[in-house]
């Protein structure tokens, strides 16, 4: 067996379909069926289980997935760790983000960086959900993945940073504008342009919401907390959104960010694969996005 057999069987298993991989590795689904079977003639055993909509690992398959796993991280930090060493300080760091994470979290954080490992090479991958950051990860492509934390996911580490409080977006000119609080009541029955649903935060807005009993009506939705913002200051619906670090509550202009204190706040934070396994490089950026962030986020996560 190789090293590549064991990736793509890795692979295989978090993906949970062959052409997936194929795709994603720009080759053939015979050939990602030619690692299996070179895996599976080499262990003797059947190591993936079809059903019609992809494959699962068997009892035996699990066992070589979790340490193929285990094994090809500890390999891949090894590999990092020599490149700096040859390199001196001019490694890279890996890193997903959402589409606004960098402006929000991380822009006074990169500078600093930037200043003390000048050799050093960022590279910031844009992912859409936390899912594909997770998958990301465990394939061995990023370092890191900025995340809103969530359910445990299997194989990988969340570290949370900062608790992001809860506002209302509402144009300067809104009834609920000049409050200095919302509450439960105040958002039953009002309409909302929603997050997405199939994002963490939005989950976990929903699960809020229910636990109070507030239910909202919506006939708008967005992908991003920006893109919320933008609408409600256009006057197009109000939105419950987190409060980003640097925006000022309740805000100022067109806009008006009312806090809502009944809601949870919303942890954000790091994702690793392990986090005694980051290289020295990964774990400088993570501690100095971790600094900043917390020093200008409206609610401090204690450490």
């Known amino acids: 067996m190789t090293l590549d057999d064991l990736r793509v069987f890795v692979a295989v298993c978090r993906a ?17 069926s030619q690692h299996v079977k070179r ?7 059947s190591l993936l289980e079809r059903r019609p909509r992809g494959v699962v690992p068997t009892q035996a398959g ?34 997903a ?15 600093a960086f930037r200043q ?19 998958d990301a990860l465990a394939a061995g492509k990023l370092d890191l993945a900025w995340v809103t934390i969530g359910d445990p996911v299997r194989g990988i580490e969340q570290h949370p940073v900062v608790d992001l409080p809860w506002v209302l ?7 609920l504008a000049d409050r200095p609080r919302v509450g439960t009541a105040d958002l039953t029955g ?5 997050l997405p649903r199939n994002s963490t935060s939005g989950a976990r807005l929903d699960v809020a919401f ?22 409600a200051e256009l006057g197009l619906g109000r939105a419950v959104i987190p409060a980003l670090p640097g925006r000022q509550v309740p805000g100022e202009g067109p806009l008006r960010l009312v806090p809502l204190p009944d809601l949870p706040p919303l942890p954000v934070g790091w994702a690793v694969r392990r986090w005694d396994a980051l290289t020295p490089l990964a774990r400088a950026f993570a501690d100095t996005v971790a600094r900043h962030c917390v020093s200008t986020s409206p609610r401090q996560r204690a450490r």
């Open 116 to 134: 003390r490992y000048p050799k050093v090479s960022l590279e910031f991958r844009t992912e859409t959900s936390g899912r594909r950051c997770f």
């Open 39 to 45: 895996l599976e003639r080499e262990t003797g055993v």
């Open 16 to 32: 949970g379909n062959l052409s997936a991989v194929a795709r994603e590795l720009e080759c053939t689904q015979s050939a990602v």
């Open 190 to 194: 009002i309409r909302l342009i929603r």
């Open 210 to 231: 229910a636990e109070l009993g507030i239910q909202t009506d919506s006939d708008t939705s967005v992908a991003d907390w920006d893109t919320a913002l933008l609408l």
């Open 169 to 175: 977006a509402v144009r300067a000119d809104d009834p």
């Open 62 to 95: 699990r066992v070589l997935e979790e340490a193929a796993a285990d094994s090809l991280a500890g390999l891949d930090l090894a590999l990092r760790r020599i490149g700096d060493l040859v390199n001196g300080d001019s490694g890279s760091v890996r890193v």
């Open 97 to 111: 983000t959402g589409g606004t994470t960098v402006r929000h979290f991380m822009s006074e954080a990169v500078v």
